[in-house]
Structure formats: structure tokens, C-alpha cells
């Protein structure tokens, strides 16, 4: 982690349909963009961008729809969702249960800030999917990472 993604947030955005809305208040503990085959699936692209926040800094008003599913760190990945959009909102991990995954596609028109310190699962990143050449890449998980 890289002194950039101790950024403090305030911002609230919603989900495409405006029935959920998320306020993020305090430090974003990690910004990075993850190329695993769920994240390509999730996002309807080569890779994912996310914020790492605690748990406390976010606020979900609105009723979420959740999918769990193991992880290849063997943790439990839950993601939160829109029922009626299908917006991802929000994930958690067993694996980090003090913080929140949040796409920052999320915060469209409120993310110019977002600054991401590596691409993690890069052995599965698609050669059409264009990533900064300068971003650090790890194949799997960071031992460090709390994904």
C-alpha cells in the first residue's frame, strides 16, 4: 500500500435505479484493480476497479440483494447488489471483515481521485483489457492484500 491510498472520502452516490444509496465517509485504506475471472464476470470487463474502505465508513440505505461465493483465498466473497438494477454496491470478504469492497465506478463523476496502487490476479487479465503498463501486477492474491 502506497502513501496515495490513504485517501479520506466523503461522497454518496447510488445504484443505477436510484433505490440504493451508499455515503462513504472517512479513509480509503487501498485503491487497486483485480483481473480475476469473477471480477471480469462482475464488471463486463478485462478487470475490476475498487476502494478498500472499514466497514464503518459506509452507509447502504435501500434494500440489497447479496451472492456469496469461496474465494481462491478460500474466504467467503459476498457482494451486495441492487435487486432492482443489479448495481454492485458493495462486497465484503471473511477473509477482511473490518472492511468494504466498493467498485469506484460507484462514485461515477465523483471519482477523479481514484489512484490505483496495483493489479492483482494479472495471469488472468485479457491482453485486449488495457491497464497502465507502470502498475505494479501480481498474479494472485497479495500476501498483504485484503481481498
Not at 7 to 33: K, N
Not at 51 to 64: K, Q, R, Y
Not at 123 to 135: G, I, R
Amino acid at each position: 500500500m502506497g502513501p496515495k491510498d490513504h485517501r479520506s472520502i466523503d461522497v454518496v452516490a447510488t445504484c443505477e435505479c436510484g433505490a440504493v444509496t451508499v455515503a462513504l465517509r472517512g479513509h480509503v485504506t487501498s485503491m487497486f484493480q483485480c483481473s480475476c475471472l469473477h471480477c471480469q464476470k462482475t464488471s463486463g470487463g478485462g478487470h475490476s476497479s475498487v476502494i478498500l474502505v472499514p466497514t464503518e465508513a459506509l452507509l447502504s440505505t435501500g434494500t440489497t440483494k447479496s451472492y456469496s461465493r469461496p474465494a481462491d483465498s478460500g474466504a467467503t466473497f459476498t457482494r451486495h447488489f441492487c435487486p432492482e438494477c443489479s448495481t454492485t454496491v458493495y462486497a465484503k470478504s471473511s477473509r477482511a471483515p473490518s472492511l468494504c469492497i466498493v467498485p469506484v465506478g460507484l462514485l461515477a463523476g465523483q471519482n477523479n481521485w481514484f489512484d490505483p496502487s496495483q493489479l492483482i490476479f494479472a495471469v488472468t487479465q485479457p491482453a485486449w483489457d488495457l491497464v497502465h503498463e507502470v502498475l505494479p501486477r501480481h498474479d494472485a492474491y497479495r500476501v498483504d492484500e485484503t481481498r
